[in-house]
């Protein structure tokens, strides 16, 4: 039984491939805890998303697991629950169109900023590079219902950054499709790391905002990309 158009199952299956093989690269880069992340990618063209599903370890993903929710966050198609986190993503693919994949994290260092509720500075290249600015902190919001998709959307919506630190909780990042979100939460906890390394041992201070344009931009252009958010190939 399948509510999915058929026009789009071709689709809905390499996303299936894709999200599934993607949360390898969570462990690999050492992102996640247990089950603590999550993968989407909207179906384009269609109201629906590919999502990991609710606390199957990541060794048992298998691109049958994944499961097909619509943009409302209701399962139409899997054996599985959903991740206990669909409502959030969801909510993201509603309120920003221009996102076709969502990664949430906990991952160690940018969690840590996190829970201080402090926003990453712009203080090295690679950020400025990547992020185009400070990574910004969202509102404390609680699991279930909209309040977390709303304060994702809310912080990010006009932002440079593709990453959010949400209040008290963790990472989620956006992309143009869900290996772009992955790098963006690769990069938040890589630059999250650096900085407060940095910031153990001394001051540290923002690049003034005319280099941080310039990288910025330079970035885009480099790697042939046409605003913010379509960030992906920084290695080639
Ligand atoms: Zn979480």
């Known amino acids: 039984m399948t509510a999915i158009p058929a026009h789009h199952a071709d689709t809905v299956a390499r996303l299936r491939r894709e999200v599934c093989a993607l949360h390898a690269e969570l462990i690999r880069w050492n992102l996640v805890t247990w089950t603590s992340g999550n993968i989407s990618a909207r179906v384009p063209g269609a109201d629906l998303m590919v999502i990991k599903p609710s606390g199957v370890t990541y060794d048992d993903l298998t691109p049958e697991s994944m499961v097909v929710c619509d943009l409302h966050g209701t399962p139409v198609e899997g054996a599985h629950a959903p991740s206990s986190d ?15 994949a969502v990664v949430h994290t906990h991952s160690t260092y ?5 829970a201080r509720g402090e926003p990453i500075p712009c203080a090295i290249t690679a950020m400025a590079d990547e992020f185009g600015a400070d990574i910004p902190v969202g509102p404390f919001a609680l699991i279930g219902g909209d309040d977390i998709g709303k304060g994702i959307a809310a912080t990010l919506a006009g932002h440079r950054s593709p990453a959010v630190l949400m209040r008290g909780h963790g990472v989620f990042t956006i992309g143009r499709d869900a290996k772009a979100a992955v790098k963006a939460a690769v990069m938040c906890e890589d630059v999250a790391r650096t900085v407060h390394l940095a910031r153990e041992h001394g001051p540290v201070d923002r690049l003034p905002q005319h280099h941080i344009d310039a990288l910025y931009d330079r970035y885009q252009n480099v790697y042939g990309q046409r605003g913010p958010r379509q960030e992906e190939g920084a290695d080639s």
Request: a negative charge; hydrophobic letters at 50%.
């Open 110 to 114: 940018a969690t840590a900023w996190a």
């Open 86 to 100: 669909t409502d959030a993503h969801a909510y993201v693919y509603r309120a920003m169109p221009e996102v076709g």
